[in-house]
C-alpha cells in the first residue's frame, strides 16, 4: 500500500488513539479533502427514512438517492468482470486515504454513506469477496471498532 494513501496506522498494542477514533479523524479529513465523500455526507440530509413495526421487531427503511448507482449496480458476472474494482488501491479516487490496519486492510470512508460515520473495510490485495476464512478478522475489527460502531458483512453481489 502507498504511504500516501494512507491517513494512519492502526495499532492494537499502543493506547490512544482507537481504531474508533483514528475513523472519526479520518473521516473529518476526508470530508475536508475530498468533494464527493463531502457530496455523500450532504445527500444524507435528504435521505427520507420510515419505520415498520411488526410483533417484535422493527424495519427500518432508508430511501437514499445516492445510493441507487451502488445499489442498483448490474451483479451478474459478466458486468462484474467488465468493471475495475472500486476497492483496489489504483482505482480508489485520487483524494481517498484510509486507515492501516493490521497490515492487510485499509479502512476507507464510504462516499455513498448509509449513516453519520460509513466505512468500508477493503484487503490490500485484490481479493474476492468472500466471508470463508474472514471471520477471524471480522471479529478483531468488531471488537477493536467497539462500543462506538457495529461491524457488518455485505455479501458478494449485494449491489
Known amino acids: 500500500m502507498q504511504s500516501s494513501r494512507i491517513f494512519a496506522y492502526y495499532d492494537p498494542s499502543r493506547n490512544p488513539p482507537s481504531l474508533s477514533q483514528l475513523a472519526l479523524d479520518l473521516l473529518e479529513q476526508q470530508k475536508a479533502a475530498w468533494p464527493q465523500l463531502a457530496e455523500g455526507y450532504r445527500a444524507l440530509e435528504s435521505v427520507r427514512v420510515r419505520e415498520l413495526h411488526a410483533e417484535g421487531f422493527v424495519v427500518r427503511l432508508q430511501f437514499n438517492p445516492l445510493r441507487a448507482i451502488s445499489s442498483g449496480a448490474r451483479v451478474d458476472a459478466q458486468s462484474i468482470q467488465a468493471r475495475p474494482c472500486f476497492l483496489c488501491e489504483k482505482n480508489l479516487p485520487g483524494q481517498q486515504k484510509g486507515v492501516g490496519y493490521r497490515d492487510d486492510y485499509l479502512v476507507l470512508c464510504n462516499p455513498a454513506p448509509i ?25 478483531k475489527l468488531a471488537r477493536e471498532f467497539s462500543p462506538q460502531f457495529s461491524v457488518f458483512y455485505n455479501g458478494p453481489r449485494c449491489g
Open 115 to 139: 449513516f453519520a460515520q460509513h466505512y468500508t473495510i477493503a484487503h490490500v490485495q485484490h481479493r474476492p469477496q468472500a466471508i470463508d476464512g474472514s471471520i477471524e478478522i471480522l471479529l
